[in-house]
Each structure stands twice: as C-alpha cells, then as structure tokens.
C-alpha cells in the first residue's frame, strides 16, 4: 500500500510540473544566448531577463563572458572594464528566481583574436599561441595569404590548461553554474606543421583530446560541457563549407569525444537537419538560430517533428531551440527597445528572429 500511495504521489507530482510547465515536454532546453553586459549595464541587464526573458519562457542564458570578469586566479586575464563578483551576483539572483539555467561561455581552442587584434590569453601568455608566425595585419581582410580567421591557443601546450583551467573553476564557482559552455566553434588553426608540438598530428584527434581533457576537468566537479557542433560536422559531404562545418577533418571527432558533451547546432541561413546526426551519435542537440525569422521557426517545427517522432532512445537528445545573439548585449537592448533601429545594410533581423521564434515556441504549449 505504501509503494502504491509512492507512485501515485510520483505521478501526481510530475503532472503537476507538467501542468505548470507545459513547454518543457516539448522543449526541455528553450535558449538564448548573448555576450555578457558590461558593469554599468548589469541593472538593464537584469530588468531584460526579467521582463523580457522569463515571460518568453526561456528556461536556458548562454553568457558569453571570457575576460568579462574580475578574475582573482588570473587578475592579468581581466578586461579593463570587467564584472565584478557582485554584478554576477545579480544576474544569478534574478535568473534563479525565473528558473532560468545560467550558462557561462569562455572561447576555448579557437576564436583567441578577433579581427586585427589578439584577445587577452594570447596577449598575455604569447607562448601559447599556436601560430605566433601569423601577425596580426593593421587592416584585417578576409580572404588573405595566412588563412587568418582567429588564432587558436596550442592545445599541446604543457602550461595552457593549468591557465585555462584555473578560470573555468573560478567561472562556475561565482555563476554558481552546472554546465559551462566552451565554444571551439570556427577552429581553423590546429596541427599546424610549424608548431613543434602538432606537426604531424592527425587534427580530429587533436581536436578530441582538447574536448576530451577539458570535458574531464568539468566532469571531475560534477558540471556538464556544451560546444558548438560545426566542427564535428563534415563540410564537403554535407556541402556546408567551412564555417557551419570542418574543412580540416576535425568532424572524425564526432566519433573520438564522450557521449554527454551538448552540441550547439547553429546554421544561420538554412534549417539544416543536423541534429539527427548528433542525436544518431549519442548527443543532446539544440538547433542555434540567429537573424532569419523565418529559417528560426522551421528549425522549430523541425525540432517538434523530431521529439515527437523519434523512439523513446532518440527524443530527449533532440533538446530545444538556442536563440544566438552576436552584438553587445547593450546594443541588441537598444535594438530590442527601439533607442536604435536596425541597420539598413542589415541581412537580418535577430531582434525579430528572438521575437518571432519564442511567440511560436510559446503557441505550442497548448498543443
């Protein structure tokens, strides 16, 4: 009699989330991602998650935060202007109380410069630098003679991670987080013939040892590792090319890296149907729309298609939807409040896109 009242409390439990979550089942992880504010616009920030955020259900904020923060391991990291403890603080609170599941991002592997300028790792620690005979130009153009998109750090390097490790532990301390993002999206530079650690070095594998290792640092603590999935995808077959996919074999990885590693799946201009790839591997997938309103919400329904007719193996590896945002987070405000209108020269809109995909996304509750 005791087990039976223990199930039907179960039961009546779980139907009462249900009835007061409804989207959950149709969308466990309902995302958005944004570079994290600058400390004069934590407060704006905060009004943001709560007003806007929470009442789209968004459950799931990616902060892009990199050197963003007043690290105390690696003082020599921190922006000139950075958060403070006490600004993550407030961004904590505010999403605990809307049940929303802070993620904090720091760019790992790849994407340590930007443009004409080397990002704070490498301009600390040049030594890590996996090609210190790129320079950087004074004008950055794309295409040029080095094949310079962003630098990556060496992952053979024998001092990297105790760096790199060091402001990840401090990172998911302060954020009082779960899951930390690591980006490794866009990797172009990895076992270059000139580094005398990688020559030679089959890149998949490389690629999956640095998955591997920092996915096992996480794991030690309890903490889950998400990545973008665009260099686990095979550009030439899939015709994706080199920035939505891997050109330089990296994709092998999708086979080498641990099964509860999170994809972010982002495609910005077509709703590619990756994520059964993903999801046939072993991993939970979330599709990352960015500016086309209209290629966002056929990912959605694409999503939905896939949770409900996948077996019962299959479905919760298809995730949710990850809403990607790629300006300042004080910007996309201005946009998103209308203080600035959109550029004309725009080829999107990821103000409508955010808009449009979570009105749909929050329709489907009652269905």
């Known amino acids: 009699m005791k087990k039976l ?18 989207l959950d089942e149709k969308l466990p992880v309902r995302g958005f991602c944004i570079a994290s504010p600058k400390p004069d616009g934590v407060e704006r920030f905060v009004k943001f998650i ?7 259900h968004v459950n799931t904020l990616i902060l892009r935060v990199d050197y963003n923060y007043q690290f ?15 600004d993550i603080k407030k961004i ?72 790199v490790f060091a402001l990840i532990d401090e990172i998911m301390e302060v954020f009082e987080a779960n899951a930390f993002h690591a980006g490794m999206d866009e990797v172009f530079y990895l076992g270059e013939s000139k580094c005398p650690r990688c020559s030679g070095r089959d890149k998949a594998e490389l690629f999956a ?69 993903f999801a046939m591997k072993g991993y939970r997938v979330a599709i990352c729309p960015w500016r086309k309103a209209d290629v966002a919400l056929k990912q959605l ?23 990607t945002i790629w300006t300042s987070a004080e910007n996309y405000m201005d946009l998103y ?11 999107g809109d990821q103000v409508k896109c955010f808009k449009d995909l979570f009105e749909a996304i929050g329709k489907t509750a009652g269905k």
């Not at 550009?235 to 994709?251: F, H, I, L, R, V």
């Open 92 to 163: 904590v609170k505010i999403c605990r109380e809307n049940g929303i599941n802070l993620i904090p991002q720091i760019n790992l592997l790849g994407h340590q410069s930007w443009a004409n300028k080397v990002d704070n790792l490498l301009r600390v620690y040049p030594e890590f630098d996996e090609t210190p005979w790129v320079k950087m130009p004074k004008n950055y153009k794309w295409p040029n003679e080095d094949g310079l998109y962003c630098k990556s750090y060496c992952p053979l390097h024998p001092e990297v991670h105790k760096v």
């Open 301 to 323: 329904d694409m999503m939905l298609s896939l949770r409900e007719n996948a077996t019962p193996q299959m479905k919760d590896r298809f995730q949710g939807m990850i809403q």
């Open 209 to 277: 040892g640095e998955v591997t290792r920092i996915r096992n640092h996480l794991a030690q603590n309890g903490y889950e590792m998400w990545i973008w999935g665009d260099r686990l995808i095979d550009g030439k077959t899939t015709g994706m090319g080199m920035w939505e996919a891997s050109m330089n074999t990296t994709y092998r990885a999708i086979d080498l890296i641990p099964k509860d590693v999170f994809i972010c799946d982002w495609h910005y201009e077509r709703a590619d149907p990756s994520p059964v790839m």
């Open 72 to 86: 105390k391991s690696h003082p020599e990291l921190r922006d000139s202007i950075a958060l403070s403890k006490k």
């Open 337 to 347: 409040y209308g203080v600035k209108e959109k550029p004309a020269d725009a080829k």
């Open 5 to 22: 009242l223990l199930i039907i409390a179960a039961l009546w439990i779980s139907n009462s989330i249900y009835a007061q979550n409804p």
């Open 50 to 56: 709560d007003e806007e955020l929470a009442p789209r």
